[in-house]
């Protein structure tokens, strides 16, 4: 881990005491950090610089278990007294990853094969306490069904939205959810990136109540 490369700012919530805990998101995701303040508690914001590369014979579910973990860990060491959440995605068609889109054309190759399909996506969430080294970690699935899609429908998607930072090119807190024709699962904020109600539940094990 490079020390040098993690940036840290702090959200605060008007009127809201601090909790007892810090709270630090190790990620350097918007749609995260967006998530995280629905819970209206204060927190830190650290990017962690960890290598994402699936291992060899690496299956989905321990990839994205690994990873929010790591990346939890690559922080936890720069921050005394907190809890360290981390947390990664993958999509999946017919078992197969579906990463970021590497380029314009590649979000259309994904978006054509998603047609008509179902999507499931694995969330992983972390949380490591700074202090006893205690690790709480989870992965959360969360299943989307594709309308039948053309290639004009595609391509203004494409221009309006350009979700090229997000798994599947499927940004579903934006003008992607117009893309969908059903879910499955039992937190919707996993399908944005970060599953709150897991969260909530990790948090509480640490003494942190939300209200």
């Not at 694995?122 to 989307?144: F, K, M, N």
Request: proline share 6%; charged share 25%; hydrophobic share 40%.
């Amino acid at each position: 881990m490079n020390i040098g490369k993690l940036k840290s700012v702090e959200i605060g919530v008007p009127g809201h005491n601090k909790c007892v805990r810090r709270l630090v998101l190790a990620s350097s995701s918007p749609y995260r950090r967006a998530l995280l303040e629905r819970l209206m508690l204060p927190f830190h914001v650290v990017i962690p610089d960890i290598d994402e590369t699936p291992r060899p014979g690496e299956s989905p579910l321990a990839l994205v278990e690994r990873l929010s973990r790591e990346k939890a860990l690559a922080v936890v060491d720069t921050q005394a007294h907190a809890l360290v959440i981390g947390s990664d995605q993958v999509a999946l068609h017919n078992s197969e990853i579906v990463g970021k889109p590497r380029d314009h054309e590649h979000a259309v190759e994904q978006l054509r094969r998603a047609s008509g399909k179902t999507i499931t996506l694995l969330t992983g969430i972390a949380l490591i306490d700074s202090d006893s080294g205690r690790e709480q970690v989870d992965v959360i699935p969360y299943s989307v069904r594709f309308r039948m899609l053309n290639d004009v429908q595609i391509e203004r998607y494409l221009h309006k939205e350009q979700p090229y930072q997000c798994s599947g090119s499927l940004r579903a807190d934006g003008l992607g959810v117009a893309l969908l024709e059903g879910f499955e699962g039992n937190d919707p904020n996993a399908l944005i990136g970060l599953p709150l109600i897991r969260l909530v539940d990790m948090l509480v094990v640490e003494g942190v109540e939300v209200f």
